[in-house]
Each structure stands twice: as structure tokens, then as C-alpha cells.
């Protein structure tokens, strides 16, 4: 089946410094991917759809100088984080839909950022 | 909005165990509803899917039906194995692909 995949799966990064999360649809191209947040014992909240060419679309609450999204090519979307604080330190989880198939999403293994 | 309230865990089971994962939505107009499973140190997978009312979604043993009267899309299994020890959550996936997910259900099935 498609596969997606994220790296890095783990980064430990100090504060103040930005980190980077790649998405990257293997054998399918995507005009649009999904990030998604995740906290312990939490479900997944969307945090911005990518789109490839244009800008990304934020869910209201969540800061787009904050979390830089680069829809770059068909199959491969970047996060990110900007001058991370430990309170960003989260589970980051992104996804692609196959532009054949509706409703249908494939997702990377997620990312789990800690800032110290 | 969109919301998916579904049955807190964890969940533990012996083996061959009957499972029922309760999960509930609301959401305005006609969503599709999904079940995603998340295996240790692995990516949400697609377990089964239902895109109108009265639709059965069904795989691995896995069955849910899309009942709109009660809202609800319960997950259930008759006979669970220790393969099946995983986070389950379900979403309901709305317009332009966007999916609300509930907060998941962990389920460990015991030998």
C-alpha cells in the first residue's frame, strides 16, 4: 500500500532553536498533506492542511509564524518549528491523501519533538 | 463542529475475547467514518471505513456500521488475538479530506 514517510522520528533540540520535520509520500504524489498534533493521552488535533504550490491553511488557534509549513513538491511537505519552547514538545504527525481516493489517508509514524 | 467521542481505556482483554470499542459523533451534513489502528512504534493504518448510514465497514475481523439514528460507529471484534494490542481511534473525515479523530483506545490482548 502507499506509504508515507517522517523524519526525523525523534529530536531533542534546546530552546530557542528551530527544527525541521519532513513528510514525504513514497510512491505517490500529493497535492495536499495534513499535520496533526498530538499530546499524550490525546487525540490527534489538525494543525494546517499543505498544499503544494500555495500557501498551507492553519486551524484556527495554532500560530503560522510559529509552525512554517513548505508544501515544497508533490511529495514532500516540511514542518517547522520556529524558536521552540518546551511547550511545544509534542508528538507531530503528518498525512497524505492519494489524489485518486477520497477519504483515504495515509500517515507517517509521527514525530516526537522534545525541547529541553 | 465536528466532534468524536469515543470509549476511553485502556482496554485488556484475554485472547479470543469478544471487543467493543464505543465511539460516538456529531457533525453536520453527511460524513464518511473511519476506524484507524496505530501499532506500537508504527503510523495510524486505516482499519475499515463506512461513507453513508447503514454502511458496515468490516476487515481483519474488525466490523463497525454507520448508524446515523444513535450517531454512533462502535468498533467490534469477536474474538481478539495478542496481534490486535494496539491504539484504535475513530474519525469522522469531513469536507476537503479533513478528519476529527477521537482521543483513542488502547487495547492489550492478553495470552
Request: aromatic content about 12%; hydrophobic content about 35%.
Amino acid at each position: 500500500g502507499a506509504v508515507v514517510s517522517q523524519h526525523p522520528s525523534w529530536v531533542i533540540c534546546k530552546s530557542g532553536t528551530s527544527v525541521k520535520i519532513e513528510c514525504r509520500s513514497l510512491d505517490f504524489q500529493a497535492t495536499t498533506m495534513f499535520w496533526y498534533r498530538q499530546f499524550p493521552k490525546q487525540s490527534l488535533m489538525l494543525m494546517a492542511t499543505s498544499n503544494e504550490g500555495s500557501k498551507a491553511t492553519y486551524e484556527q488557534g495554532v500560530e503560522k509564524d510559529k509552525f512554517l509549513i513548505n508544501h515544497a513538491s508533490l511529495t514532500l511537505s516540511t514542518l517547522t518549528v520556529t524558536s521552540a519552547h518546551p511547550e511545544d514538545s509534542s508528538f507531530y504527525i503528518c498525512s497524505a491523501p492519494p489524489g485518486s481516493t477520497k477519504n483515504i489517508q495515509y500517515f507517517g509514524a509521527g514525530t516526537r519533538l522534545s525541547v529541553l | 463542529g465536528d466532534s468524536v467521542t469515543q470509549m476511553e481505556g485502556p482496554v485488556t482483554l484475554s485472547e479470543e475475547a469478544f471487543l467493543t470499542i464505543n465511539c460516538t459523533y456529531t457533525a453536520t451534513g453527511y460524513p464518511s467514518l473511519f476506524w484507524y489502528v496505530q501499532y506500537p512504534g508504527e503510523g495510524l493504518q486505516l482499519l475499515l471505513k463506512a461513507t453513508k448510514a447503514d454502511d458496515k465497514g468490516s476487515n481483519k475481523g474488525f466490523e463497525a456500521t454507520y448508524r446515523k439514528e444513535t450517531t454512533s460507529f462502535h468498533l467490534e471484534k469477536g474474538s481478539v488475538q495478542v496481534s490486535d494490542s494496539a491504539v484504535y481511534f475513530c474519525a469522522l473525515g469531513g469536507s476537503n479530506y479533513k478528519l476529527t479523530f477521537g482521543k483513542g483506545t488502547l487495547l492489550t490482548v492478553n495470552p
